[in-house]
Structures are given as structure tokens and as C-alpha cells.
């Protein structure tokens, strides 16, 4: 059974960072994206960053795609989220996810990973990213 579990979300003023971390078990797919997602109060989740995994290659939404970085530690079964200069808007609940048909790498493919929520079948339960001003 796959189980996702994230930690290191916070508050934090406007222009900090914060590190997501996903530990990942019972997920053994490779070359399929793992991925974070945010949803803030009163909007769609949308999708903010993925990685394949064991491969590497990193999709990142506009809008964060020059402070945010993703990263995996395929020792440790981690992918992590560094969230830099960040912005009372980025202020969301966010989760992991995984992609367990390939579809989900498709799609970010083919039109970035914004807008590719139903594509991910394994979630985490999220964790709580707060930006004050």
C-alpha cells in the first residue's frame, strides 16, 4: 500500500522559505512523476512542481517556477519542495501526490503540471503553508 506523508510546512512571512518534505512508502513506480499540489481556501487544487523519479527531470508551474525548486532522494524514498521568496499567495494547503499510471507524467507533458490534479492517484494528507505580509 502506498502511503505519502508530508512535513515542514509552517508559517512564515512574506519573502522566507520553508522545505516540504514527502516521504514516499510501498511506491515503487519509476520514471513517473511524484508531485506537490496546493489548494488555498475557496479554490481548485492546481499543481505546482514534479519530478520523475530515478530519472530526474523537474516541472515546475509559472508561477513559482523561478523560487521554487523539487528534488528527490531516492536513498531515503523523499522528495522535497524548497520554497523560496515566498509570497502571501502561495499560502495553501499542500500535498504530495503520485502519479500510479503514467498518465499524470503525460500530462504534464503535454501541457505542464498546473492543471493535471486527476491524473495523480496516491495523496498525502497535506501539510498547511501560511504567508503573511
Known amino acids: 500500500q502506498v502511503q505519502l506523508v508530508e512535513s515542514g510546512g509552517g508559517s512564515v512571512q512574506a519573502g522566507g522559505s520553508l522545505r516540504l518534505s514527502c516521504e514516499a512508502s510501498?511506491?515503487?513506480?519509476?520514471?513517473?512523476?511524484m508531485g506537490w499540489f496546493r489548494q488555498a481556501p475557496g479554490k481548485e487544487r492546481e499543481g505546482v512542481a514534479c519530478?520523475?523519479?530515478?530519472?530526474?527531470?523537474?516541472y515546475l508551474a509559472a508561477s513559482v517556477a523561478d523560487r521554487f525548486t523539487i528534488s528527490q532522494d531516492n536513498a531515503k524514498n523523499t522528495m522535497r519542495l524548497q520554497m523560496n521568496t515566498l509570497k502571501p499567495e502561495d499560502t495553501a494547503m499542500y500535498y504530495c501526490?503520485?502519479?500510479?499510471?503514467?498518465?499524470?507524467?503525460?500530462?504534464?507533458?503535454?501541457?505542464?503540471?498546473?492543471?493535471?490534479?486527476?491524473?495523480?492517484?496516491?495523496w498525502g494528507q497535506g501539510t498547511q503553508v501560511t504567508v503573511s505580509s
Open positions: 501526490a503520485a502519479d500510479d499510471t503514467g498518465l499524470g507524467l503525460a500530462a504534464v507533458r503535454a501541457g505542464g503540471v498546473r492543471s493535471t490534479v486527476q491524473k495523480f492517484g496516491y
Open positions: 510501498g511506491y515503487t513506480y519509476s520514471r513517473y512523476c
Open positions: 519530478i520523475t523519479i530515478g530519472v530526474g527531470s523537474t
